[in-house]
């Protein structure tokens, strides 16, 4: 069916290829873009979280040194909505109204010749308003709450009457803060206007989206703007979405008819980039008393924008999580003065499976039963909601491998019942089902009679790897060395690719490089069809293979030719095809589409007279279908640890009850993990190919962070005997 062939390329993996280039400081980023002329824009915001500007005066920020130009919603002129994309249509454009929606909104932006001139003169804007009084709370009866909001709910069975006969019951709510992404590297947008050409540096994981949106932003086509992002920095998910800043730094420099640089300040990156939305969950189960669960019942809710749209799952994992034959689950927004929230690492799905998890472990002590047994026994064996066999599965290669590592036997189950000298010692687990995500994407390769070739796709990397694991698959794809690959992202130029999200991107950006790698060898083989030189002639591809630069015939590897010398002949100076991932449809195939499974395995210590809370040890076992590159995936999975560390323990984004701002937006007070809160994480990889893509992958992004906040808290649970059930878990609520 395929050339693929497994060659030493793929499995343990290769270094980061774009390695020398961050070490050595090559790689730009986009705030290390320039142009001549430079111009820099600094944006003003809105003090107040709800209302309207009443007045707003420029006069002293016009008479500023070097200031060039002032826009606010009076002079911004009608900029268009963007359209929707996969992950929803972006925050509606800035500017529009003088109506004040949440605190941080972009009210006005100062355009000089120097950083310091527009932050001096941006600080002399006046601005009366008129205030009104800002709903901030997710329980504020007086918002309005979206149900169903994507109509995606799920329901199988019938919940309440076999909940109220369930002999075991557990139910509990669970709630989770606002967290941001916060990215080291601030946010940043360059931008520089030729005529009606636009050029975009901007930190994104969606270029192509982004180039859509500053096309009905400004009204232009899409052939007339080029967004650049080679290398974007961390983004956590803050890049899905193109921002309204985007739009500020294109329109400034349309006005200024100078190139523009915006950078997001770090108080600006809490509110200007999305975040993680705070939640209340829901969750009612109900059990046999062999632990056979009867029916779950999950409800999440989590805030949203004022005028705002996005897409946050609390509750998508939980119907295709267990062998429950009663399930129903419904997620709710509500709307809010609040910044608009967007993506971050596992959106919803994070969230949804702290709660979930945490219920479960809650049943596990009603039944007085392992926790890893009340899962091994509730393992869906098939896809629970559709009925179909999952194209992968090896969620209890997970548990075996992960409790075994972990040494899970030796816990005792009785909480508090484990100490190591003063400090009480916890055991705890969680387990992931994550979904599945393949978007459309597409590629195109060159080979050039030098014998290299260039693949390239606007795709972008994030730090997950994405140079190096599609210049792996290519060289593998094309028989070719790896230092004969080139492999090009980030550049609206090259063909359209989605959002590096989902963990959607090494599934379809690969299969997206091996068909415009099989469409290369057709081309090569058509044109040899008729060339009498060549050994390859008549060759369909189902009859060739390639290794070491050469294309051969499989029945008699003697026969062939290297690429080199076709070109030759044929005076060619390169071939340059396209490819299109072939889109599954494994409904038609009869099975239910597997994302990745994890086991998480946690041991904490506890000071049990001041409620500090250490993490000794973090297992995750993963099934991720086939990896290719272990060392990166690894360095995946513990990254999204560290996050979920962060989640359970630390991130918290604190907003002023009265005025909606945020108190914390500064790295000495919004806590994030480092080295001293971070033990030595264990990484194991189990499973097998997927059938879904021609690389056999499932997506591991963001599975890495998923579980490790339910596994804290069950264990914290273990170690004090108190369950702790809004996060993040900190010492007072430990010692309260
Ligand atoms: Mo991720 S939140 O899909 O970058």
Redesign the pocket.
């Known amino acids: 069916m395929t050339t693929v062939q497994t060659i030493p390329l793929i499995g343990p993996g290769i270094h980061r290829v774009d390695g020398p280039l961050k070490v050595t400081g090559a790689a730009h980023y986009p705030s290390d873009f320039s142009f001549p002329n430079l111009a820099y824009a600094v944006l003003v915001q809105s003090t107040i979280a709800a209302g309207s500007i009443r007045h707003i005066d420029t006069t002293a920020t016009l008479a500023a040194p070097g200031v060039l130009a002032v826009i606010t919603h009076e002079n911004a002129g009608q900029l268009g909505q963007g359209p929707i994309a996969n992950l929803g249509a972006p925050p509606p454009p800035p500017l529009q109204n003088n109506r004040i929606v949440h605190y941080g909104q972009h009210i006005a932006v100062v355009v000089a010749e120097t950083l310091e001139q527009a932050t001096a003169a941006s600080q002399l804007l006046t601005v009366d308003y008129d205030t009104a009084e800002a709903l901030l709370h997710l329980v504020d009866p007086r918002a309005e709450v979206l149900t169903n909001p994507w109509g995606l709910d799920q329901q199988r069975g019938d919940v309440a009457t076999n909940l109220a006969i369930a002999p075991v019951r557990v139910e509990a709510t669970y709630t989770t803060p606002a967290e941001t992404t916060n990215a080291l590297g601030l946010f940043a947008t360059v931008a520089l206007w030729d005529g009606d050409t636009l050029t975009v540096h901007d930190t994104t994981?969606y270029p192509v989206h982004v180039r859509a949106t500053l096309a009905a932003a400004f009204g232009v086509p899409e052939e007339k703007i080029r967004v650049l992002v080679p290398f974007v920095g961390g983004?956590?998910?803050a890049?899905?979405r193109p921002w309204p800043h985007v739009i500020l730094a294109a329109l400034a420099a349309q006005r200024v008819k100078r190139p523009v640089k915006l950078v997001l300040t770090r108080p600006q990156m809490f509110t200007s980039i999305g975040h993680r939305p705070n939640t209340v969950q829901h969750i009612k189960i109900g059990a046999s008393n062999d632990g056979t669960l009867i029916a779950i019942e999950h409800e999440g809710t989590s805030s949203l924008g004022m005028e705002d749209n996005n897409i946050e799952r609390l509750t998508a994992g939980t119907a295709a999580a267990y062998a429950c034959p009663h399930v129903s689950t419904r997620d709710r927004q509500v709307r809010l003065n609040i910044p608009s929230p967007g993506?971050?690492?596992?959106?919803g799905e994070a969230e949804g499976n702290f709660a979930l998890e945490c219920a479960l472990d809650e049943l596990a002590y009603e039944l007085k039963m392992d926790p890893l047994e009340l899962r091994l026994r509730n393992n869906a064996q098939i896809h629970p909601q559709s009925g179909l066999p999952w194209s992968s599965k090896a969620l209890r290669e997970c548990y075996k491998q992960g409790a075994g590592l972990f040494n899970w036997s030796r816990r005792t189950p009785t909480p508090r019942s484990m100490r190591d000298g003063r400090w009480l010692v916890g055991y705890g687990m969680a387990a992931v089902s994550y979904v599945w995500y393949q978007p459309p994407c597409q590629a195109r390769v060159s080979l050039f009679r030098d014998g290299t070739a260039y693949v390239r796709s606007a795709a972008t990397d994030?730090g997950t790897g994405t140079y190096t694991v599609m210049t792996q698959l290519s060289a593998e794809f094309l028989g070719l060395p790896l230092d004969h690959i080139r492999f090009g992202l980030g550049d609206t130029e090259m063909p359209p690719a989605p959002?590096?999200?989902?963990?959607g991107l090494v599934g379809t950006l690969g299969s997206a490089i091996h068909a415009a790698c099989q469409q290369l060898l057709v081309a090569f083989l058509n044109v040899v069809s008729h060339d009498t030189a060549s050994p390859l002639r008549g060759c369909l591809l189902e009859d060739i293979t390639v290794s070491h630069g050469r294309i051969h015939r499989k029945n008699d590897p003697t026969q062939g030719e290297e690429y080199t010398a076709i070109l030759a002949r044929h005076g060619l100076e390169e071939l340059t095809v396209y490819g299109e991932n072939t889109r599954p449809q494994p409904q038609k195939m009869g099975i239910a589409p597997a994302g990745a499974f994890g086991a998480k395995f946690v041991e904490v210590r506890v000071d049990p007279d001041l409620g500090l809370i250490r993490v000794t040890r973090v297992i995750s076992a993963i099934d991720g279908g086939r990896i290719l590159n272990e060392k990166l995936a690894a360095s995946q999975i513990i990254g999204g640890a560290v996050g979920g560390i962060g989640m359970a323990l630390l991130e918290e984004a604190v907003s002023d009850a009265e005025t909606g701002r945020i108190a914390n937006a500064t790295f000495s007070d919004y806590l994030v993990p480092v080295n001293a809160d971070v033990p030595n994480m264990d990484v194991i990889f189990v499973g097998e190919a997927d059938p879904l893509n021609p690389m056999g992958t499932k997506g591991i992004?963001?599975i890495g962070l998923i579980g490790i906040a339910a596994a804290l808290a069950n264990a914290i649970y273990h170690a004090t005997g108190k369950r702790i059930r809004d996060l993040p878990i900190t010492l007072d609520k430990l010692l309260s």
């Open positions: 994981q983004a956590f998910g890049g899905l993506s971050m690492r596992a959106p994030i959002n590096e999200g989902g963990s992004g963001e």
